[in-house]
């Protein structure tokens, strides 16, 4: 069985509420042997942190830009002081989700716009000042997402983390990666119309590619029901991380690649990504 990282994965979403613990047996029983467990705000700190030492996994924190709209000025306060505090927890292995999205029409506009911008900013900030990675939310905000990496990685510092659920160009793709940052690709490949995307992660270097589920969200074609067979009584499937390595399967496809290989690869990739995952996997 190949061994599979779920880099970005929402287990403390209320869609897992009532079974997250048999959700997390599933995904170990398919090979998924850790998952990296995102926060999205101030709120949920504890609760991904409990869940990933719960479950042998792995946590970020941060304020996602969709919170941003009823986050406190104080919540980065409290962002740097729960980074300040678990310090020295080993499964607290970045900053994130943080970032931008420009998808949202209340977001594009004053005030949200500026306000997500400013706490994108100052969360950067705090990864470099706690030399964290950082896990970005990346929706139509790549090249703004890049600029703030440029202008808080000065002097010559070294970022390292993911663009999660990356939907850009080929040359904003370069511009992560040169910048030090691994990109994610999840069920949005498994989609045949989604030819951009499956080209990109076709051509990409193999050393630039992790693997996510977003789980609950993104779902993989097959668990994909549209608005008009929703409302005939068909149920859209709930998205796992148990769902990674059919994903996988197709990415595997698309490049020509040996599952294992893919495994073995993406695996190293999440590790340079996150370093403190190295210390947290089996050998």
């Known amino acids: 069985m190949q061994f599979w990282i779920d880099t970005h994965c929402h287990l403390d979403a209320p869609e897992f509420v009532s079974d997250v613990a048999a959700v997390r047996e599933r995904a170990r029983a398919r090979g998924v042997a850790h998952c990296v467990l995102p926060a999205v705000q101030v709120q949920d700190f ?7 030492h719960e479950f042998g996994d792995s946590y970020a924190l941060g304020i996602h830009p969709l919170y941003v709209k009823g986050a406190a000025d104080e919540d980065l306060a409290r962002l740097d002081a729960a980074l300040a505090a678990h310090r020295d927890d080993p499964r607290l292995v970045a900053v994130g989700e943080i ?3 420009y998808f949202v029409p209340e977001l594009c506009e004053a005030p949200l716009r500026a306000r997500q911008e400013f706490f994108y900013v100052e969360q950067l900030k705090l990864a470099r000042k706690h030399g964290l990675p950082v896990i970005l939310h990346v929706r139509r905000s790549a090249d703004m997402l890049l600029k703030g990496l440029r202008a808080v990685g000065t002097g010559g510092y070294q970022w390292h983390g993911i663009a ?10 370069q511009s992560f990666i040169a910048l030090g940052l691994k990109l994610g690709f999840g069920g949005a490949l498994t989609y045949e119309r989604a030819e951009n995307l499956r080209r990109l992660a076709t051509m990409l270097p193999l050393e630039s590619i992790v693997l996510e589920t977003d789980a609950p969200d993104m779902p993989p074609h097959w668990l994909y029901q549209t608005a008009e067979a929703r409302a005939a009584g068909a149920r859209q499937g709930r998205n796992e991380p ?8 197709v990415l595997a496809g698309l490049r020509g690649l040996d599952p294992q290989a893919l495994a073995a690869a993406t695996t190293r990739n999440a590790m340079a ?3 403190r995952l190295q210390a947290l996997l089996p050998a």
């Open 273 to 275: 990504a996150l370093p």
């Open 164 to 173: 999660h659920a990356f939907n850009g160009s080929a040359q904003q793709a």
């Open 99 to 101: 970032g931008l999205d």
């Open 46 to 52: 504890e609760r991904v942190r409990m869940l990933a």
């Open 242 to 249: 148990g769902e990674l390595p059919r994903i996988a399967q």
